[in-house]
T-cell receptor, first 117, second 113 residues
Framework: GAVVSQHPSWVICKSGTSVKIECRSL??????MFWYRQFPKQSLMLMAT?????????EQGVEKDKFLINHASLTLSTLTVTSAHPEDSSFYICSARTETYSNQPQHFGDGTRLSIL | QKEVEQNSGPLSVPEGAIASLNCTYS??????FFWYRQYSGKSPELIMSIYSNGDKEDGRFTAQLNKASQYVSLLIRDSQPSDSATYLC?????????????FGAGTRLFVKA
């Protein structure tokens, strides 16, 4: 149980392109989803917390107009990197938890490796 | 600032040995504790959850929790080369609006064949 699917797994695109990443919970309803970024050999960095039907909460230093998050249903959240530039190249990982007030663990998707040329 | 501290390693153990990974946390109100394994280039995978003081065993893995000392550990018995990965300690602490998960930076483990 608790399977999270993330798509695509790998994206290469030109600078200035917008890229959308999807995160789906396959066998549970995810009231809360999280988006992380991880650079090589560095720690997970939380970018934002997304609750179904409401605006995402962004961590300090993360540009909400650059990283658009939509959590339109209990099984789907999307992250759109707008006008991506080479410095946005990173490993983006989503995770999901069953309930907002849950004391349960987060379950991670397989991640999306984004390379901006 | 709520923190979760781990030794970054690398921790190197021979095949068949016990690997011991440690984690301390700062928030006494923390209520649940998790260990994730992350292979290089992959996303984290949940391997253990523990909620009360004491030991919890699952196969070759044992999680140990001591809330008084604010300490949680993971023991891996009969370590295998396939256990070589970064192990992340995560702690859920109650926050405004729910539970916030704080991740440690991870400990890199190398199991030598």
């Amino acid at each position: 149980g608790a399977v999270v699917s993330q798509h695509p797994s790998w994206v290469i695109c030109k600078s200035g392109t917008s890229v959308k990443i999807e995160c789906r919970s396959l066998d549970f309803q995810a009231t809360t989803m999280f988006w992380y970024r991880q650079f090589p050999k560095q720690s997970l960095m939380l970018m934002a917390t997304s609750n179904e039907g409401s605006k995402a909460t962004y961590e300090q230093g993360v540009e909400k107009d650059k990283f658009l998050i939509n959590h339109a249903s209990l099984t789907l959240s999307t992250l759109t990197v707008t006008s991506a530039h080479p410095e946005d190249s990173s490993f983006y990982i989503c995770s999901a938890r069953t309930e907002t007030y849950s004391n349960q663990p987060q379950h991670f998707g397989d991640g999306t490796r984004l390379s901006i040329l | 600032q709520k923190e979760v501290e781990q030794n970054s390693g690398p921790l190197s153990v021979p095949e068949g040995a016990i690997a011991s990974l440690n984690c301390t946390y700062s928030d006494r109100g923390s209520q649940s504790f998790f260990w994730y394994r992350q292979y290089s280039g992959k996303s984290p995978e949940l391997i253990m959850s523990i909620y009360s003081n004491g030991d919890k065993e699952d196969g070759r893995f044992t999680a140990q929790l001591n809330k008084a000392s604010q300490y949680v550990s993971l023991l891996i018995r009969d370590s295998q080369p396939s256990d070589s990965a970064t192990y992340l300690c995560a702690v859920n602490a109650q926050n405004t609006g729910g539970f916030k998960t704080i991740f440690g930076a991870g400990t890199r483990l190398f199991v030598k064949a």
